[in-house]
């Protein structure tokens, strides 16, 4: 049997006003060669200065992935020669990457994966080429935007882990609010390498490299199509050939280039930039700015707050909804009427305007109030979700509402009991048919009348409590 070994090496643009050396702007957009300056250029006396809200991001990153973090900043050289990069080297970091020796913990059907971090090093990105039939032309927009590169061990085992790993990362980006991620933009893509290798063999097989992989799903393709081939030309007695390939439409991978020795980039230190010595108070700061993530979340509401397995991935999924959803309970509401609230209402409501969380009306503070009412017997669970409905659509605080149409649920025995004489007086035949037939269904039935003759405002569980009580009182006398 043959089994398959798995690295990645994600890239990730990252979110900041300006490039990582340059002062060109950090945007993206369509019209080429607009957000450029000499230094992306690499024009000669050109000299280039870090951008320390990347530097910030870059670390903070690190420290989520639980990283050995450098005691200063140092930059170096990529020396190589390639039609998208104008300098003919690229500024990275090799001598001290922001983060080495890291893990990211995810869950794959169920069951817990550690992926673990090689290392997370700060670099610029290169130009980008668009390639026709005679000619290609390059764009430098991309061209120095600060980017991180996250390179995994040789730990993954399958697509499945693949994926969730990418995912999670992403999750991880944007949970620190370092990037968007967004990989239609090319914000996020990742070289992929694969071997594969008997279960008894001690030694990796040959690797593939997969390189610049924007969509998940051909991430996916690549990986599935890639162990099928590597493992039947091993079984065949063929030898995998160590190579760059591409992944096609089709769904099937396709050599470009074989690589049979590394590439002597001949780095050196970045002689244009200084070292720079980080603090403890630094890194103090900076390690108060990381929020929980979507993992420690999602074992917190499990754990802490006895959710579902399901509610629990719903609420830790996306940190805006997550942010809400712990707002509202920090006002001390009821956690099991929240989670109600939030997963059915909140969220359905959003999806139907086609709104972020952040942009609703109704606040957690507000939402609050409508679930400590509900709590407290005040109003209906039914009437606090239309009430909510009714000020998200007509943009009122929703204590006004309550006020303006009197809502208040009836919870008083002896008003509900008169209601409910009132709604047996008035539907003799449904009284008969429990006294003579013993018919049940007609708890239901009375139910419905009681609910409507009040507004909706009667409890019904108490209601029915009364109806049960009543109905038999009534059998009872009769009988007699």
């Keep these: 049997m043959y089994k398959a070994v798995i690295g990645l090496e994600v890239h990730c643009e990252l979110d900041t006003n300006s490039k990582n050396f340059s002062a060109s702007p950090n945007t993206f957009t369509e019209i080429p060669n607009i957000n450029v300056s000499t230094v992306d250029l690499g024009l000669p006396g050109i000299l280039p200065y870090p951008n320390k809200e990347a530097v910030k991001k870059a670390l903070k990153t690190a420290m989520a992935l639980h990283c050995t973090n450098p005691d200063e900043v140092v930059f170096d050289r990529k020396n190589y020669f390639y039609p998208d990069l104008p300098k003919g080297y690229q500024i990275t970091q090799v001598t001290k990457p922001m983060g080495i020796n890291g893990y990211l913990d995810i869950l794959v059907n169920g069951e817990k994966k550690r992926v673990l971090i090689h290392q997370l090093h700060l670099e610029e990105d290169t130009a980008s080429l668009d390639h026709f039939n005679n000619y290609s032309l390059i764009d430098y927009n991309r ?15 399958n697509a499945d882990q693949a994926i969730t790993f990418l995912e999670d990362l992403r999750d991880v980006f944007l949970f620190l609010g370092v990037s968007e991620a967004r990989s239609n933009y090319g914000q996020m893509r990742c070289d992929v390498n694969i071997s594969v290798m008997k279960d008894t063999d001690k030694e990796l097989g040959t690797k593939v490299e997969m390189k610049n992989i924007n969509a998940f799903t051909n991430v996916r393709a690549a990986i599935e199509y890639e162990i099928k081939r590597q493992t039947e030309l091993l079984e065949s007695g063929g030898k995998v050939v160590q190579e760059t390939r591409r992944i096609a439409e089709d769904g099937k991978t396709y050599s470009m280039r074989e690589k049979v020795d590394a590439v002597d980039y001949k780095y050196f230190v970045e002689p244009n930039i200084p070292p720079v010595k980080l603090s403890d108070e630094f890194y103090q700061k900076l390690r108060e700015e990381i929020p929980e993530l979507k993992l420690e979340r999602y074992e917190k509401y499990i754990n802490e707050y006895h959710l579902s397995e399901y509610d629990s991935g719903v609420l830790s999924s996306k940190k805006d909804i997550s942010d809400y959803f712990e707002e509202v309970l920090s006002y001390g509401s009821d956690i099991e009427l929240t989670v109600n609230f939030v997963t059915s209402a909140i969220l359905s409501t959003i999806k139907k305007l086609e709104i972020d ?61 008169n209601l409910i004489c009132e709604v047996m007086d008035e539907n003799k035949e449904q009284v008969r048919q429990y006294i003579e037939e013993g018919n ?15 507004n909706r405002q009667a409890n019904p569980n108490v209601s029915l409590e009364i109806i049960k009580e009543e109905l038999e009182r009534r059998k009872e006398s009769e009988n007699k």
Excluded: W
């Design 357 to 417: 969380i952040k942009d609703l009306f109704i606040t957690p503070k507000m939402l609050s109030g409508i679930v400590d009412k509900v709590k407290n017997k005040d109003i209906s669970l039914d009437h606090g979700k239309k009430i909510l409905y009714q000020a998200i659509e007509q943009k009122i605080d929703p204590n006004e509402i309550i006020k303006k149409q009197n809502l208040r649920q009836i919870n008083d025995k002896d008003q509900l009991l």
């Design 143 to 157: 061209s120095g935007i600060p980017l991180i590169e996250i390179v995994t061990e040789p730990c993954i085992e």
């Design 440 to 454: 049940t269904y007609v708890y239901n039935f009375f139910i419905g009348k009681v609910m409507q003759k009040s």
